[in-house]
């Protein structure tokens, strides 16, 4: 299974294993990792699942869509180049080593 | 009621009404999910609690048929799961995504609050319950929908009527009569105004429902716009008052958003948070469940209070106080899940980014009424009813 290190904004690192299929989102809600609210439940109306990707991981997960790449603009720390939905990242077996960083706050 | 629950009786629905957080308090520390008895239903009050149910719609889902809302509103997609649900959601998409929100009904809702302010100003005083924040949230609401031709004193009546529909568990006649108007009533103005959007397509959400990938037919686009009628109009007018109210008893904090106006963001949040507009709303229990150390049966409902959930201390220190440099937090007067209120962006515009900064701005040294209190009420749905205030003019 891919490995996924998430990266709080005060430089602690969690590593998981996540299947592949599944959200990068349910992958870290199933893991317990803090920072990810998702307060939608993965269906794109919260804005609170904001992250930062890694520049080939970013790469590897595609372009973002039309509404995703509009809902980004209203994340509760500013978007950045890799900024993505974690519910809209399905894990890939292309995943190797995936740096997931989550923002200083979701609300 | 289903075994292995608490009952709790030592509260009466009058009291509730009054001030439901005591009781709240109550239940977090001894019962967080109780039998209500004075209501007749379950209630879970903690913020974990709601956020587990929220996240499984298997055992928890939206869909009752006993549901007064189908009733008094049609099925409309809030008592619907999975895809069926997400099907109505998507297409109502094209209305109320937050790009929306802000490059489409900004602009029009800025001239709104504009023009009631206008008509206020000489006056000096006001109730801005019913002068302000009820036509603000009405005349908005008038476009969001696509009833552009409607008076919007006739939008709060129909609002009203509904939410009264479905609230109505006494099962009274007189208040069926004026749903069953109300519904009428939306569903010939509804009538009136299709042709011209089939015609000409808007931003509106009936106009989204009809031009919708995937169209949703008739039936589908009465229910979910009636539910939008009920939803769209009390909560985003009784959000206005408690954020004005929560300003205006605490100046300091008042103070530092005059001179920081990116604060105006998080007094929106921390008012929802506060006093939630919508207090609590029902979810089905498809099978015997374990939760907050009671056991539900499969059949029963169970009442989620997301506003006893705002306080909960387990999430917010000191909840009762209104404090905008709070330790920032999600909270869930919005709800959660696929129900993740849908209305959540514009009403973060229309009443945290318009209609409360510009009467900070616009009516000078705006202060409350001496010589009237400020009237909070409710339970299920709750917010000042009353809110007089002076100012320079
Ligand atoms: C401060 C203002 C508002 C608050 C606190 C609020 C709160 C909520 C809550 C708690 C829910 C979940 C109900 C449930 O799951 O049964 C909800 C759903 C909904 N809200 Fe809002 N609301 C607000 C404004 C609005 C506005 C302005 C509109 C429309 C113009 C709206 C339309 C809806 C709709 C259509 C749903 C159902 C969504 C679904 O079932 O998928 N809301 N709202
Ligand atoms: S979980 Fe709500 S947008 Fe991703």
């Known amino acids: 299974m891919p490995k996924l290190t998430f990266v709080q904004s005060d430089g602690t690192r969690m590593e998981i294993s996540a299947e592949a299929g599944r959200s990068v989102m349910e992958a870290a809600i199933a893991n317990s990792i803090p920072g990810i609210v998702a307060e939608c439940g993965g269906s794109m109306a919260c804005a609170t699942c904001h992250v930062f990707l890694d520049d080939a991981t970013a790469e590897l997960a595609g372009p973002l869509a039309a509404d995703e790449d509009d809902m980004l603009d209203f994340s509760a720390v500013p978007r950045r180049a890799t900024s993505r939905l974690s519910c809209q990242v399905q894990v890939a077996d292309t995943f190797k080593g995936a740096v997931i960083t989550i923002p200083e706050t979701q609300v | ?393």
């Open chain 2, 1 to 393: 009621m289903a075994i292995g629950v608490r009952s709790y009786d030592e509260v009466s629905l009058a009291q509730l009404r009054a001030d439901p957080y005591p009781t709240y308090r109550t239940l977090r520390a001894e019962a967080p999910v109780a039998w209500l008895a004075p209501a007749g239903i379950h209630l879970a009050t903690r913020f974990d609690d709601i956020m587990r149910i929220e996240k499984d719609h298997e055992t928890f889902p939206a869909l009752d048929l006993r549901s007064l809302q189908i009733k008094a509103m049609g099925h409309s997609l809030m008592r619907r799961d999975g895809a069926d649900h997400g099907r109505q959601r998507r297409a109502l998409d094209p209305t109320f995504a937050p790009g929306v929100a802000k490059r489409h009904w900004q602009p029009l809702f800025e001239d709104i609050a504009n023009d009631i302010i206008e008509g206020l100003y000489e006056q000096g005083r006001a109730d801005l319950f019913s002068d302000f924040a009820a036509p603000l949230a009405s005349r908005c609401l008038m476009h969001i929908l696509g009833l552009t031709q409607i008076d919007w004193r006739d939008l709060c009546r129909w609002s009203q009527a509904l939410m009264d529909a479905t609230g109505n568990y006494g099962d009274d006649p007189a208040i069926w009569a004026r749903g069953k108007e109300a519904y009428d009533s939306i569903d010939r103005a509804i009538e009136a105004r299709v042709p011209e959007l089939q015609e000409a397509p808007d931003q509106s959400a009936i106009s989204s429902m009809l031009h919708a990938e995937d169209p949703l037919d008739m039936a589908d686009l009465r229910a979910n716009a009636k539910v939008i009628v009920g939803g769209g109009l009390n909560e985003p007018r009784d959000a206005t008052c408690t954020a004005v109210l929560g300003m205006l008893t605490n100046p300091d904090q008042l103070a530092r958003v005059r001179e920081d106006e990116t604060l105006w963001r998080i007094v929106f949040e921390e008012a929802v948070r506060w006093i939630a507009p919508i207090g609590l709303y029902p979810r089905r229990v498809a099978r015997r469940v374990e939760i907050g150390g009671a056991v539900l049966e499969g059949g029963d409902a169970i009442g989620l209070s997301v506003a006893s959930a705002c306080h909960d201390e387990d999430h917010f220190d000191d909840g009762e106080r209104f404090d905008i440099f709070r330790k920032r937090s999600p909270h869930l007067a919005f709800g959660a899940g696929p129900h993740f209120c849908l209305g959540t962006w514009i009403a973060r515009m229309q009443v945290g980014q318009i209609g409360v900064p510009a009467l900070f701005h616009r009516l000078p040294n705006l202060r409350l009424d001496p010589d009237h209190e400020p009237a909070i009420e409710g339970w299920v749905f709750r917010g000042p009813t009353s809110l007089r205030v002076v100012w320079d003019a």
